[in-house]
């Protein structure tokens, strides 16, 4: 298969290329790095990524920004960030998507435990991640040509030193447990599932 993979120098985007690249042909896009540039918030820039990639037989998003803070503090603008980057972000890669994903083919996007397991400071997270599950079921029962998965994992080990004061009590993943979800996703049949790996 030819796989864009959207985020792929990231913590998740380098383990899922790893996994996928042993057996496939891979795409890299990310912010600055990687093959192709995109801001995945800007449709413009999804449509023109995809115009530049052409025909690709999945798409794998690992990426996706939301703000975290306490919900005292917290304004629209800064609530705004995680809808137009990491849900809507998505979403134009799936709009766009569509025409450019050959028949058969799959989207495999990715939310996070808080849609299930709510934290601190991370409400922003929960609604995004709750949403982006939400699309994934409903658009699986419309998308005739395509499959649609999520990918929902809890904190990274690699990503502890970030995020660990976030996630205390929770059990960190590695990075090659979750790449192993988007192959699942990728490689196999399933649509409208939401692999939580935990
Ligand atoms: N890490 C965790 O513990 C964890 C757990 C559960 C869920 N998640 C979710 O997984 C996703 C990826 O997390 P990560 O830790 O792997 O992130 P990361 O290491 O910061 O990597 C993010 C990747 O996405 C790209 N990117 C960021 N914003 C973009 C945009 N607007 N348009 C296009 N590309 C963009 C970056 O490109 P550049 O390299 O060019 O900047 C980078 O390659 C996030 O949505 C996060 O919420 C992470």
């Known amino acids: 298969m030819r796989i ?9 985007g380098k383990a ?35 115009s530049a990639v052409a025909k690709v037989d999945a ?15 917290m304004t ?7 809808l137009r980057d990491k849900l809507m972000g998505q979403v134009n890669l799936v709009l766009a998507g569509r025409e450019f994903v050959s028949s058969g083919g ?3 996007l990715i939310a996070g435990t808080l849609s299930q397991d709510p934290v601190r400071f991370g409400v922003s997270a929960s609604m995004v ?6 699309f994934v079921r409903a658009a699986a029962i419309e998308l005739r040509d395509h499959r649609i998965n999520a990918v929902s994992p809890s904190v990274l080990q690699e990503s502890m030193g970030a ?3 976030y996630f205390r009590g929770f059990e960190p993943v590695p ?24």
């Open 4 to 12: 864009l993979i959207v985020g792929a120098n990231g913590t998740i």
């Open 59 to 73: 798409v794998v998003c690992a990426a996706g920004n939301v703000h975290f803070g306490p919900l005292e503090e």
């Open 163 to 165: 995020y660990g004061p």
């Open 106 to 108: 799959s989207f495999t």
């Open 76 to 82: 629209a603008e800064q609530f705004d960030i995680g």
């Open 16 to 50: 899922v290329a790893a996994e996928l690249s042993e057996r496939h042909e891979i795409v890299t896009a990310g912010r600055s790095s990687g093959s192709f540039q995109v801001n995945i918030a800007d449709p413009k820039s999804v449509s023109e990524l995809f």
């Open 175 to 198: 990075a090659k447990r979750v790449a192993l979800a988007f192959s699942r996703s990728v490689e196999g049949a399933q649509t409208g599932r939401i692999y939580r790996v935990e």
């Open 129 to 134: 991640n709750g949403a982006l599950e939400s």
